[in-house]
């Protein structure tokens, strides 16, 4: 009950203009109690000149009340003092830089709980009391504290903006709008407002909806994510599994070959063997009786001689020709070369299967909405660098490479290269090593007028020209121009000749751009079709009656 009265007093003997006790309380008209200073000073304001009003019911008083001070008050706050009462409140209720302060205090200012539009002014708690009690201001519109009041206030006329033009999309006051906005459509802010903010909703609308849209792509995506995981876990077991019982063929093979020719070469040695100790035999069989017959020959008694010649053996025949004759020594070279044919067979039976591997892989695609556009500038082409290397298993003997395969020159004399089923013939072509899939750019420096510059699957005829079948395709440059081949249809190309040529495939989009490369870069030629198989780089050369010197192409290697 004690505690009830002491709030009691806090809220009836405090000032509500600077929020403490009362000091000097005076009295005005209306009955409300305020410290003779701060009404004083209220009073005195700048915006108070001839009409005075009461801070808390804003009751005008014409002319200025005389102040007399309230004895009672004054005594019963005296009273209050003595029994340690403070009606000051807490420093957390007092204004801070970032707050909003109360317009109406004095001194140290209350934080605003309020700001009312209609009077452009921001209340604290005590001060906001009137706009609830009072009448006349119950109906002013409140909105939380706000430091940007007086950009409500029109700069030009000083009043409250009300008004919307919406031909100038601005506010304006009624001043205005009468003045320079006058025949422009306009209507009040509210309405404004109340329009603004149905369009205001349906924004929010839809970027919810896209929100809650791309949060179930998200989910999607992670799912995605979690699916191509778990997949390519499971590829890698299983590739592994599968590589490391070919690994156990190939070392059970070995060891069967290995076996094999221990067994054979025990087999073989045994006998040469057997053949040797037989010969050492008649050897020291023949050595025993050249002894005797050396003995005999050496007796001198003539009887003796004619008595111990009759019983000399015979000498047999030999089981053995005269010599052996033993084939060339080739021994088990023969082994050697159908282990090096079979080495040969499975590096190409790999290769092929590994073109097939490197598609399955790239084909693992996840299909999203949008592509990876064409690169414009060449800084970006490099991003895709590809290096190249010439495969001399597909070089026509007349083409000579070098530069670790990275160039090619046709030459007037044949090549020694070794017979292969890849190697070109009447065409004088040569493929790349690579296989290509995905993004990839490359640039050719070019000698001489003879030299096009292609693309083709592996599989391409090895007797037709690149660009004249439905599986390559080629630029052909020449001294003053380009022309484009595919399917032995001739597309001519214009642009600047140079001496480099630039090429970018997308191979999963389907792009392949031709580019003449110098101090710029200018496209010559793109095409855009469906590519079905791994492509491989193509150069080709020819004798041109226009150019003296051999003709080469050499891949760049760039940084």
């Not at 003045?179 to 407002?193: C, F, P, Y």
């Not at 052996?324 to 079979?342: G, K, Q, S, Y």
């Not at 296989?435 to 391409?460: D, F, K, M, P």
Request: hydrophobic share 30%.
């Amino acid at each position: 009950m004690e505690q009830r009265i002491v709030q009691l007093d806090q809220s009836n003997f405090s000032c509500s203009i600077c929020l403490d006790l009362l000091k000097d309380p005076v009295t005005i008209p209306c009955g409300h109690n305020y410290c003779k200073n701060c009404i004083n000073c209220y009073w005195d304001g700048e915006y108070q000149m001839m009409i005075h009003s009461c801070p808390q019911c804003r009751r005008e008083f014409i002319p200025r009340p005389v102040l007399e001070k309230n004895f009672m008050l004054a005594e019963l706050v005296e009273d209050l003092k003595k029994t340690g009462l403070q009606a000051a409140p807490a420093d957390h209720c007092y204004a801070g830089p970032e707050d909003v302060p109360c317009d109406v205090c004095t001194g140290r200012k209350m934080k605003a709980v309020k700001s009312c539009l209609v009077c452009l002014v921001s209340y604290c708690k005590n001060h906001l009391q009137p706009h609830y009690n009072a009448p006349p201001l119950q109906n002013h519109k409140l909105v939380n504290p706000s430091k940007n009041l007086q950009q409500n206030i029109c700069s030009r006329h000083y009043e409250v903006m009300k008004i919307f033009c919406r031909t100038d999309q601005q506010c304006i006051c009624y001043l205005c709008a009468m003045e320079e906005h006058k025949g422009h459509e306009m209507v009040s802010a509210k309405a404004e407002r109340a329009e603004k903010q149905k369009k205001l909703k349906e924004s929010r609308q839809q970027i919810h909806q896209r929100i809650q849209d791309q949060e179930e792509d998200v989910k999607l995506l992670q799912q995605e994510v979690e699916a191509i995981n778990v997949s390519a876990d499971k590829a890698v077991e299983d590739s592994e599994k599968i590589f490391t019982e070919l690994i156990r063929l190939l070392q059970e093979r070995s060891s069967e070959v290995k076996q094999q020719i221990r067994s054979q070469q025990e087999t073989e040695v045994s006998r040469v063997k057997d053949v040797q100790e037989k010969l050492e035999q008649e050897i020291t069989e023949l050595k025993r009786k050249d002894a005797e017959l050396e003995q005999l020959s050496h007796t001198e008694d003539h009887t003796q001689f004619l008595l111990n010649y009759p019983s000399l053996p015979a000498l047999r025949e030999s089981t053995h020709s005269s010599s052996i004759n033993i084939r060339p020594l080739r021994h088990f070279e023969d082994v050697t070369a159908a282990v090096t044919e079979l080495r040969d067979k499975l590096q190409d039976v790999l290769r092929d299967a590994w073109t097939n591997i490197s598609v399955a892989v790239t084909k693992v695609d996840v299909l999203l909405s949008e592509p990876a556009s064409e690169p414009k500038t060449r800084t970006r082409l490099l991003k895709y660098l590809q290096e190249i290397t010439l495969d001399p298993n597909t070089a026509h003997r007349n083409l000579l490479l070098s530069e670790g395969n990275r160039k090619v020159t046709l030459m007037g004399q044949k090549q020694f290269y070794p017979d292969h089923p890849d190697r070109f013939s009447g065409v004088f072509q040569v493929l790349s090593r690579e296989s290509l899939i995905g993004h990839c750019y490359w640039e050719v420096e070019r000698t001489g007028s003879g030299v096009y510059v292609a693309v083709s699957y592996q599989n391409i005829n090895r007797t037709e020209a690149f660009g004249f079948n439905d599986k390559s395709w080629s630029l052909y440059g020449y001294t003053d121009s380009y022309t484009f081949y595919y399917n032995n249809i001739e597309t001519p190309v214009p642009g600047p000749v140079s001496s480099r040529i630039g090429v970018y495939l997308d191979h999963t989009a389907g792009i392949l751009s031709f580019y003449s490369v110098s101090k710029t870069m200018t496209l010559l030629h793109r095409v855009q079709t469906r590519f079905t198989q791994p492509l491989h780089v193509g150069v080709g050369l020819y004798f041109s009656l226009s150019c003296s010197d051999a003709s080469s192409a050499e891949f760049i290697k760039l940084k």
